[in-house]
């Protein structure tokens, strides 16, 4: 990833956006974290070429990183336990690569940032995201948010996104498949969800999707954050005794 990234621009107009508000945070988290891990490696670079004291801390990164350990001070997300350096590097580019288009469309304005598909998984906080949606269709439509419900829908690539709706990419279907507009039991481990369309619709508009299994959306494998949960039209039984469950990020 790039050395620096660019801090987000208040306005008067999209402080008031929850969206804005949520990926300003986003960007702040992920600017912090590069400018730590970019300053810890070329402090090891400049302790390994004798041009720089070893300090604790200092030998304490490179124990870590011997062992394939994630450095502690980096540890400023939740990542499944015991994962080491190599995927967590992988997984955390990625994020930054994310943070960057986030702040490219925050430059265009309101409009493309609702409109950015965004890697749920590669969010430091999952949980927030979806709240922010609620809240700035609420507050775009004058609802209540208790009167708005989620519903989802499942493409093959990016759809047209109307003001009640967002584009999520990267959730992993366990144990389950996506076909035809509905889910399916099948022996597979994992399947991709390759676009999900989420929308916040009033109570009274949803309509009836008829037979539905209700899949709980884990952060990762360990399946112990709860981040949401789903409602998907089907005609199938035993998916919670399959274990069926989405996945935000495949990182082990």
Known sequence: PQDEIPVLKRTVENIKDPLYRFFEREVTIGRNLLKTVLTDLRDIAQVCELKK?????????????????????????????????????????????????????????????????VWLGGLFSQEAYV??????????????????????????????????????????????????????????????????RISWIRHTDVKDMGKKITLPVYLNNMRTILVETLDFPTDEDKFYERGVAILCTALT
């Not at 498949?177 to 994992?190: C, N, P, S, W």
Request: charged share 25%; glycine share 6%.
């Open 131 to 196: 709240t922010a949606t609620r809240q700035s269709v609420a507050q775009c439509k004058g609802y209540s948010l208790e009167e708005l419900k989620l519903q989802v829908s499942v493409h093959e690539g990016p759809v047209e996104l109307d003001n009640n709706s967002f584009g999520i990419s990267g959730l992993k279907l366990m144990g389950a498949r996506h076909e035809a507009g509905k889910l399916r039991i099948t022996e597979d481990i994992m399947s991709d969800l390759v676009y999900t």
């Open 53 to 117: 004291k070893q300090t604790n801390y200092i030998r304490s990164l490179l124990s870590d990183l011997q062992k394939g350990i994630v450095p502690k001070s980096w540890l400023r997300y939740t990542v499944p336990n015991g994962v080491t350096i190599n995927p967590w590097i992988i997984d955390f580019s990625e994020r930054i690569r994310q943070i960057l288009r986030v702040v490219e469309a925050a430059q265009k304005g309101a409009t493309a940032l609702r409109e950015l598909t």
